[in-house]
């Protein structure tokens, strides 16, 4: 059980009440250590940096008068995190691999900059469905020349690093 992260991050939730309270600090915070655990492109990262006060007139004029805004958005930090603790209770940390070390991103190095594989890497370690890493991936290489392209996929294919 990943009782460590755990720990951090019922610490986080801990900070929900402390006094003063500086939503953006605490934002910070939250998305450092979601972005170790689960990666910079994790959903959970997106969630708790959405996280914003609504200041504007409906939402002021709709009230209930019962929570205020920063109060709304402690809620919803506090939602992410606890799912978040169930989460890895539940199933644990999430695997990660070492992206540098896959036959495939290493028949590739000849033909990409340092940039275009550290993206891949970043790509390939978040928590994104298949379909959209395999289209961002895409997106990096789209600008490779058609005899480098093949020539790095026949590499991957051959297994050869």
Known sequence: MPAKEIQLLEELI????????DLQSWKTNAMILLGRIFGEDSRKVELIRAIQPDFSSWSL????GRMSQMDVCKKMGREILEATIYELESFGLPKKDEPAE?????????????RQ????????????PD???ERKIGEVLKDLDQVDLLAALARV???RK
């Not at 801990?14 to 003063?20: E, S, W």
Request: without cysteine.
């Open 117 to 128: 594989s550290r993206e891949i890497i970043q790509i390939i370690s978040s928590d994104q």
């Open 14 to 21: 801990d900070r929900l009440d402390q006094k003063p309270f």
């Open 131 to 133: 379909d959209e890493k």
């Open 102 to 114: 896959s036959g495939g991103l290493m028949g590739l190095e000849d033909f990409i900059t340092g």
């Open 157 to 159: 294919l051959v297994g």
């Open 61 to 64: 004029r709709d009230a209930t």
